[in-house]
């Protein structure tokens, strides 16, 4: 029996304007034209004969039939596109294309990566570090570490570890005028922020501190940027488990206090579920697990 399809060259314009709820940012994404887009979802729409998004002055929105059709059909994709990296895949000098958070990489991963080239020297890997969801269709992405909740539906998400959140300061700020010895001590000295949700706030108030301003500081968008900061001793910094660790390990960093507070989000590995096929998604998969179960991971 002949499969009813849709217009295929429509689906990823589709694809996108739903993940985005945008025709603009499904456009950039595309490189294509807002107009290319919203003729795409239209044509798409006249063929099924519903109505796949609301649209507003300034904004669209999926109806009630386009939500569902919108997650099946990025599984779909996601799915060809997993088997067609799969069946092209070299199992020589292949490149595998790894994502994650610059934090991750630049405090856990890059550190360790030679080990995984011992192993498997006929892989190339290429790092990309953003903070954003990654589009394994769009972006050409093998494999992802991903920190939250692990709900990722329509792939293979895996925990990988948890974590804690606790200050973190060069052991500088140990001696001097103001010893940091106890959290109120905190007063004499800059908070540096990263953007985590587990914020100064929420720290502070957790160890029962009060009269220091848990806003005021110095701010970064990226993680590893905050702990460098920390290192030189421009201040304290909340620091999550795996990007501290080596940094504490090597004295560069120390704790002051021992309070410390459970993160609500982990870190996954996260993949398509075809993707696992591939030799080489499988090798760094194992590889993850490996590092962090060995005693110097």
Same mark, same amino acid.
């Given at each position: ?18 993940? %985005? ?13 807002? =107009? ?14 519903? &109505? ?9 929105? &999926? ?45 856990? &991963? ?9 192993? %498997? ?66 007063? %004499? ?18 160890? =029962? ?6 806003? =005021? ?15 030189? =001793?421009?201040?304290?910094? *909340?620091?999550?488990?795996? *990007? ?14 021992? %309070?410390? *507070? ?36």
């Amino acid at each position: 029996m002949a499969r009813k399809l849709p217009p295929l060259n429509t689906l990823p314009s589709f694809e996108a304007a739903a993940r %985005h709820l945008s025709f603009s940012r499904a456009a950039e994404e595309l490189n294509v034209t807002h =107009g290319a887009v919203s003729r795409a979802i239209k044509h798409l729409e006249d063929q099924l004969g519903i &109505l796949l998004f609301e649209r507003a002055t300034r904004s669209v929105r &999926l109806t009630t039939v386009g939500e569902p059709y919108a997650r099946a059909v990025r599984e779909a994709l996601d799915r060809v596109a997993a088997a067609t990296a799969s069946a092209t895949a070299r199992h020589s000098n292949a490149t595998l294309n790894v994502s994650t958070s610059d934090g991750f990489a630049g405090k856990w &991963l890059v550190p360790r990566l030679y080990r995984f080239h011992r192993a %498997h020297g006929d892989i190339d890997v290429r790092v990309s570090t953003t903070g954003r969801l990654t589009n394994f269709l769009g972006d050409s992405i093998d494999i992802a570490i991903r920190y939250g909740g692990g709900d990722y539906p329509g792939f293979t998400s895996e925990f990988l570890t948890g974590e804690e959140v606790f200050p973190v300061c060069s052991p500088r700020l140990l001696e001097g005028t103001h010893p940091l010895r106890e959290p109120q001590d905190l007063r %004499h000295y800059t908070l540096i922020h990263d953007g985590y949700p587990i914020d100064w706030a929420a720290w502070l108030a957790s160890a =029962g501190v009060e009269g220091v301003d848990p806003h =005021g500081g110095i701010t970064f968008d990226s993680a590893t940027f905050a702990v460098e900061s920390a290192v030189q =001793g421009e201040g304290v910094v *909340l620091g999550r488990t795996m *990007l501290v660790a080596a940094d504490l390990a090597t004295g560069r960093l120390v704790r002051p206090f021992s %309070h410390a *507070l459970k993160s609500f989000s982990s870190f996954y590995v996260v993949y398509p579920p075809e993707a696992i096929r591939q030799r080489k998604v499988r090798a760094f998969r194992d590889w993850l697990f490996s590092e962090l179960a060995s005693p110097q991971g």
